[in-house]
């Protein structure tokens, strides 16, 4: 079956090679996996230019290709109903989240959500739920802020592997509310701490950090240490604003894609609309609807992942009227070149480089936005609620910048370098991965390498002929057999010819 490809009951949902969705009966031994085309057969006897090709859903499907739904009929939501004229539950089981808090099973009436590009949270896991009162609907808008009925709920509750990679050792940690008060504009948000049975959490009057050890075979010792940050109630207002909106999540961009309802994998909006969750009929029809790439989809385009990761972690703040120290504007729908990012100077600080750009673009090493993603001191972005770089985050952005082009005439580097030199190391020290950058002023056969303090080789990273210019490679922690590397200080070393350049590195777990 085509990698890309979902099942429903009878119908299989597949990507087409113009990025646009096909649907055809479900047999799976007709897909062509080669070219990430659907087979004709796929559809019965059609010829394969029937292919029904649309954005996401279409308009006019024959019934046997239409897709279940996730939720056949709404059911009153009559449990979790906070009217903070109260105040906040004290616990979650008393806030009526979960009809069995121990095994975590919502409440009937709780409308199960998730969101195309999540925010970065330490690698936790989460799950999202819509909480209205009773039967009542949200106000839709295809490109604007949904309206919500007075004292909705929006949750996320938030999960960790204590064995890595292992979902079976998946507990959970937090529970967070964003509740609207009343009729008003206003929404707050308040944290809950589950205890290590998880048999409930308690309401934090402010904010908190604990420390919890994951199995780690790869780690020395065997284990690593997360210190989760449980973000203080004044800190919610920080990226939930009037400005950036205070509903970040529940936007048509982000649940314009599909959803896993208990096994059954539908479009989100089709569900949300036939259970009559909205106050107007939105139709079938969602490709003319804006919609948010997934980061980590790698069948979607560099820039539109690129985008929507910097407006789901960066543009609550990064917007017109955000930030009064900066101002640049992430914001997804926002053109690159009004961004005030593409070679313009960072009004804060270039961490260490000289005439760095936020974005200086055909070099991600040399540009401000993605080091400060990697940065673990008072530069890191975002700030709040984070002390782990997101490397694929980080990653993906360095990319979308190393392809924009030729470096801008800005920083006037785009001609080859006339001199041999190990540049910009950054971050360092470093946690996850760190980005070497170094320049040749000719071709020529180039070695670099992570050496231990004995001067023991831990890893080549470079074994090539590398053409003149500015050159960049990337160093994740592990050694040659792929294990995690200790703690401590590593020399860098680059030659090429008779030429040889050193630095110090320092990797801190």
């Known amino acids: 079956m085509n990698q890309g490809c979902r099942r429903n009951p009878g119908v299989l949902i597949c990507p087409l090679p113009d990025g646009s969705w096909g649907v055809g009966r479900d047999l799976a031994d007709d897909i062509d996996a080669t070219d990430q085309r659907m087979n004709s057969r796929a559809f019965g006897a059609r010829p394969a230019s029937w292919l029904l090709s649309f954005a996401l859903w279409g308009s006019s499907l024959p019934g046997w290709a239409q897709p279940a739904v996730g939720i056949e009929e709404r059911v009153a939501n009559t449990s979790l109903l906070i009217d903070l004229n109260a105040g906040p539950p004290p616990t979650i089981s008393a806030s009526g989240l979960f009809s069995d808090v121990t095994a975590q099973i919502p409440s009937p009436g709780l409308i199960p959500y998730s969101v195309n590009s999540q925010l970065w949270s330490d690698g936790a896991h989460k799950t999202r739920f819509l909480a209205l009162p ?63 049975a998880g048999t409930d959490a308690e309401l934090l009057p402010s904010g908190w950090t604990e420390r919890y050890t994951i199995v780690d075979p790869e780690a020395p010792g065997g284990e690593t240490h997360v210190d989760y940050t449980f973000p203080a109630r004044e800190d919610c207002g920080r990226c939930h604003t009037f400005g950036g909106g205070p509903v970040l999540g529940l936007r048509t961009a982000q649940l314009n894609g599909v959803h896993d309802y208990g096994g059954v994998i539908t479009h989100q909006l089709r569900t949300l609309n036939h259970i009559g969750l909205f106050s107007r009929d939105i139709g079938e029809d969602y490709s003319g609807f804006p919609r948010w ?101 980080a990653a993906l952005v360095s990319r979308w910048i190393d392809a924009l082009g030729t470096p801008t005439s800005v920083r006037g580097d785009h001609a080859a370098p006339d001199t041999f030199t190990l540049r910009a190391v950054y971050p360092n020290p470093f946690n996850a991965w760190t980005t070497m950058a170094f320049s040749l002023g000719e071709a020529g056969h180039v070695k670099l390498a992570i050496h231990d303090a004995a001067g023991r080789r831990v890893r080549s990273l470079v074994s090539a002929v590398r053409e003149p210019g500015h050159h960049r490679v990337s160093w994740d922690g592990r050694d040659e057999t792929g294990a995690r590397a200790a703690s401590g200080v590593y020399l860098i070393s680059l030659q090429a010819g008779t030429n040889f350049r050193t630095r110090k590195l320092t990797l801190l777990k």
């Open 134 to 196: 009773g039967t009542t609907q949200v106000e839709f808008s295809p490109d604007g802020a949904w309206g919500f009925p007075a004292n909705s709920v929006l949750v996320k509750n938030f999960y960790l592997d204590t064995i890595r990679d292992d979902p079976d050792s998946r507990r959970i940690v937090e529970t967070r509310f964003l509740v609207k008060v009343g009729d008003s504009h206003e929404w707050r948000g308040f944290s809950y701490r589950w205890n290590q």
């Open 293 to 393: 790439e997934d980061p980590q989809t790698e069948t979607e385009s560099l820039e539109g992942r690129a985008r929507s990761y910097l407006a789901s972690n960066c543009s609550p703040c990064h917007h017109p009227g955000g930030l009064r120290r900066t101002e640049i504007d992430l914001r997804y729908d926002t053109p690159l070149a009004q961004t005030r990012t593409v070679g313009v100077p960072s009004q804060l600080d270039d961490l260490g480089g000289i005439n760095r750009s936020i974005i200086s673009p055909g070099d991600a090493a040399n540009s401000v936005l993605p080091l400060r993603m990697m940065a673990l001191d008072n530069r890191r972005m975002p700030p709040l609620a984070s002390g782990i770089v997101d490397a694929r985050g």
